[in-house]
Structures are given as C-alpha cells and as structure tokens.
C-alpha cells in the first residue's frame, strides 16, 4: 500500500496576479478561489520544507535580504531628512532650503533604486523556488500508482499543483518581502518614534490596544461570515462545472432553465450572506476610523501644543506623524501578511503530503536487468489479487498463465472476470497479494518498473489521447520517432487518411483529449501510437471496439500484421480477432476455467460455447 504521511502598498502587489493554469485544471483553480477551501493553519512549520529549494539560491536570497534592509532604512530616512529640510531649510533666511530639498530628493531616489532592486530579487528567487516546487511535485505525482490514486482524486491532485502552489507562490514573492518590511519599518519606526518624542509615543501605545478591541469583536464575526459566503458560492461553482461539463446532457434534455435558475438561487443565497458580512465589515470599519484618526487629532494636538511652548520643533512634529503613520500602516500589513503565511502554510502541508507519498510500485536498490535482446515471453502462476479497497472481492484467484514468444493469445470471459486484471498486473501498475509475474523470466518486482513497461506496447479500451498534435500524439509512443516513422503506423492503423485531411495535417492540434476526432479516429491513433513504440509485447483490450465493419475489417489487418513479429495477448469479444489467436484462455470469475482453439472450445460446450453462442451468432 501506498505510505502517505497524515498531514497592497507595495511594488511587490503586482506579481499576486498570476497567470492561470491550463483549461483542465481551471475549474478546480477557480472552484478553490471562489470557495475559500484553501485551508489556514496557525502551524507554519511546513513551511521549512520549502528550505531545500531555497537553499539551491542563498545567493539571490541574501541580495534580496541586503536589499530588504536598505529600502527600509532609505524608508525610515525620509522622515529624518523631512525633519532637516523643515528645521533647518529655513534658518538665515532659506539659504540652505535647496540644499535640504536635495538631499530629501536623493533619500527619495535611493529609496526607488533599492525597492526596485529588492522586488527584483524578491521576485527572481521567489519564482525560481516556485518553478523548483512545480517541477518536483510534478514528478512526485508521476511516480505515484494507482493505489494512491484510489484514494485521492485526480481533481485534488491538480489542484494542489495550481492553487495551493499558487498560494505558496504569493508568499515568496510578494507576502515575504511585504511582511518583512513592515516588520523592520514597525521595529525602526518606534525606536525613532521614542527618541523624537517618549512622550507622545506613550500616547500612541495608549492607543493601540482600543483599536484592537473591534478588530478582535467585528474581525472574528467577519470572518465567519466571509467563510459561510464563499461556501455557499462555492456550490453554486461546483453545479455550474458540472453544467459545463455535461452541456450537451443538458442542452438534449432541455434543462437550461432549470439549470440557470438553481445556479441564480445559490448566487442569490450567497449575496445574501456578503450583504451581512459588508454590514459587519461596514461597522468595523467605521469604529476603527474613529477611533484612530480620533487619537491621530489628539496627538496631533499635543504636539502642536509642544511645538508653541517650544519644547519640540515644526520638524520633530512632522518626522513624528510620519513615523506614526508609517508604523500604523506596517502593523495592518503585517496582519494581513499573517493571514497569507497561514494559508500558504496550509497549502504546503497539502503539497508536502504529495511529496511524502512513497509509492508501493517503485524500483527496487538493485533492480535486476531484463535479458537484451527481448524474448517477449510473459508469464504468471498462482497469482492471487484484489484491488486496494476491495479486498473481499478479488478479481485473481490462482490466476495462471504462460504465453510463450511470438504467441497471440486472446482473453475471453464475461466482464468482471479479470481481464484487465491482467493487463495491469503485467504493466505493473499493481503488485499481486501472492503469486509470480514475470517477464522474459524476471520476476517484475525484482526489475524497475519502467523497464519492464518499455517490453510492453497497451491498446486500451478508452484510447486517452492528448492536446497535442496527431505527429506529437503517435510519438507518445516512441518520442524519436520520425515524421516518416509516423506516416507508416498512421498508415498500418488506418489512420493516415484522416489525420492528413485535417487542416494542418499531422501538425493539426487535436484539442483537449483529441475531442476534435471521432471515437474511431481516435482508436486508430492510439493504435498507431502502440505500433510506432516497436515494443515486443503488444497488450491489446478491445482495440477495435470502437470501429465500424469497415475500419475493423482494415485495422485488424494491420493488426495481423504487428502481431505476426510480437507477443501479443488480446482482450476481444469479436470473432474475427478470437479467431485469429493461437489459444483463447476463457476466464470467469478470476480463474481460467477453458483454455484451447476456436474450434475446440466450441465443441466443448462450456461458458466459451455458452458466450460465442451469445455474442457471435450471426458473423
């Protein structure tokens, strides 16, 4: 089994932005956007896992930091130069006034030139952790089986590939370098605030804790309502992809209506719980205000109040409302800032989940090397399997099976019987409970995984093709593969015909899933995919399913021929493929129960007479 550990002011503004992920992924991003389910969390020691990555760019990391620093410090500077300018550009008559406005010119130039270059290097080592994270999550997710993905959903695993990547993407280059400037500007700004004057920064802390009082009342209940609002819309999102997802369902039993009108109730419903939140907010809003500019007017007052008894200068006053507004502005931002640090915290505990998960099916510390050149035997003896989860219901019981090189053998039986077991169990997609598979006589787990699937070349069923181009689809099989290579299988797999009348030809985009094709035309590509990979054993699971008479009669000749230099084991339930097998095995229930001719198997008169009675009467 699986292991899984248990899990605004700024330039730096902009970049929160981002561009969006690809359209299979969009649904699930703006679903989580507009749900709100990005989890907070007030444990930040996930995010020590992003370190390592990190660590690869100290040096960026550490200009970004000098930089940090000397924007802060150019920051806090304006207001001791405000203070000189005031006080002393206007002695012997404004001499010197030029003077002080150049200097205040200067400090401002140096302030611009140094916040550039730390939003630069921000930025640049920011996203460079972050195109290290995607890219190791990414081949984290590849490694992954089958058995992790029965218990989490294809739609939660992108989603923490885009969303909660994104909201780790907005803490490094922007939420970091915000908080941490207006940590220092907070630390600096009151050690500057208590030498210009103690006595009116003891006001100010007198301040602060009344306008704490309605940011804790108002804030916890805004929350709340803010969370109940982007649930309910977040339903409202949900039954709208499903809508979109299943337009042509929709639209053929006329339910657009109805469909519109349960979407506008849920908005309905979810503006409902914003107008009380924007009331609440609304509330808070307006005592804070109050209150601050209220204390802002009386320490104003008794400033102006020193400044006549001559106890503080017009420019001590000035640099003092500036400190202060610069610290109150740094206080708010880095509660918000805090807000970011625990979602992105959350989102890396999601994302380090992922990149904990130790997949069951991986190589082993000394896989043993298939034999070169390739026999393209396989085999397997009382092999005993259940799927994860199901463990009561198993699809092998005692499953046993030898198909020697160069053989077509087809698997017949009713569904459920195990077929496709099979298949996975040889791709070592699975491991079985008990029993041996082998390939070309090497047990698979014994062997890395990925060597043993380069031996196989698998037609399924559903015949997944990709967004790409037809040329870019068939080399999904052997990426080296020539343009000429392709011709000849798109060819072989009757399937050159339509992919050169479409517009660009083999360079034509087929769109998501290759929806752009029929469920023929796509067969045929996934069959010319298979034959273009030249891998000894082909694994073939209802290849022609989808094909009419005509196309069938034409790609089982090119089949024929494909089989006539491989291994080939064949899931059919048509005549014309069974017939052609050297030995049909006939499977019920996860066992072999006949195995022989055509010919032989129909004169027996068991389940194979029973199913060819049933499904082949009239060919």
Do not use: C
Request: charged share 20%; no cysteine; net charge neutral.
């Amino acid at each position: 089994m699986t292991q899984v550990s248990t899990p605004s002011a700024s330039p730096e503004a902009s970049s929160a932005a981002r561009g969006r992920p690809g359209a299979g992924a969009l649904l699930v991003e703006q679903m989580d956007e507009a749900g709100g389910k990005r989890a907070k969390t007030r444990n930040i020691k996930p995010l020590a896992r992003l370190l390592p990555f990190m660590m690869r760019h100290r040096l960026d990391a550490g200009i970004a930091g000098l930089w940090l620093l000397f924007s802060t410090a150019a920051s806090l500077g304006l207001t001791a130069t405000a203070r000189g300018a005031i006080d002393n550009g206007f002695e012997n008559g404004g001499r010197d006034i030029n003077t002080w406005f150049l200097i205040l010119g200067a400090n401002a130039l140096i302030l611009g030139l140094a916040t550039a270059f730390r939003y630069f290097y921000v930025t640049k080592t920011g996203e460079r952790v972050i195109a290290d994270l995607r890219t190791a999550l990414f081949q984290r997710i590849l490694t992954l089986d089958p058995v992790f993905f029965a218990h989490m959903r294809t739609g939660e695993v992108l989603s923490r590939l885009t969303t909660d990547i994104q909201l780790v993407d907005t803490l490094l280059t922007t939420s970091v370098s915000y908080a941490l400037r207006n940590f220092f500007t907070l630390i600096g700004g009151v050690i500057l605030l208590f030498f210009v004057s103690p006595k009116l920064t003891g006001f100010v802390l007198l301040i602060v804790p009344i306008l704490i009082v309605p940011l804790f009342i108002f804030g916890r209940q805004v929350r709340k309502l803010t969370v109940k609002s982007q649930d309910t819309f977040a339903n409202a999102v949900g039954f709208a992809g499903e809508s979109v997802d299943a337009i042509e369902t929709v639209q053929a039993f006329g339910r657009e209506k109805s469909a519109i009108g349960r979407f506008g109730a849920a908005v309905e419903e979810a503006f409902g719980v914003s107008l009380v939140r924007m009331r609440a907010r609304a509330v808070m809003t307006a005592m804070i205000i109050v209150v601050m500019f209220g204390g802002v007017t009386l320490v104003l007052w008794l400033g102006a109040q020193d400044v006549i008894a001559g106890t503080m200068t017009p420019g001590a006053l000035l640099q003092f409302v500036l400190l202060s507004v610069f610290a109150a502005g740094a206080v708010g931002a880095l509660g918000e800032s805090w807000g970011d640090v625990q979602k992105a915290a959350g989102a890396m505990e999601r994302i380090d989940e992922l990149m904990r998960a130790v997949p069951a099916i991986a190589p082993p510390a000394n896989p043993v090397a298939l034999p070169q050149p390739p026999r393209g035997e396989v085999s397997m003896s009382a092999v005993d399997f259940a799927y994860p989860g199901r463990p009561d219901l198993p699809a092998l019981k005692g499953f046993s099976l030898t198909v020697r090189p160069g053989e077509t053998v087809a698997l017949v039986g009713p569904s459920g019987a195990g077929k496709s077991t099979v298949f996975r169990l040889l791709l070592r997609f699975y491991d079985p409970q008990s029993g041996l598979v082998s390939v070309d006589g090497v047990d698979v787990r014994a062997a890395d995984p990925i060597a043993v699937r380069e031996r196989f070349a698998w037609v399924s069923q559903e015949a997944p093709l990709f967004s790409g181009s037809a040329l870019e689809n068939i080399r999904f099989g052997r990426e080296a593969a020539t343009l000429a290579e392709a011709r000849a299988v798109a060819d072989e797999a009757q399937a050159l015909g339509f992919i050169e009348a479409l517009p660009q030809g083999f360079d034509t985009p087929l769109g998501e899933r290759g929806k752009s094709l029929s469920g023929g035309q796509r067969q045929r590509l996934a069959i010319a995919r298979a034959l273009v990979r030249e891998a000894p054993i082909l694994l073939l699971d209802e290849a022609t399913s989808a094909l009419d008479a005509e196309n069938e009669r034409l790609v089982q000749a090119a089949l024929d021929q494909a089989m006539e230099a491989r291994t080939t084991l064949v899931i059919a339930h048509r005549l014309a493929t069974v017939l052609r097998a050297d030995r049909i095995v006939v499977m019920d229930g996860g066992q072999v129960v006949e195995e022989g001719t055509h010919a032989e198997l129909t004169a027996k008169g068991g389940l194979y007479a029973r199913l060819a009675a049933l499904q082949f009467q009239g060919t």
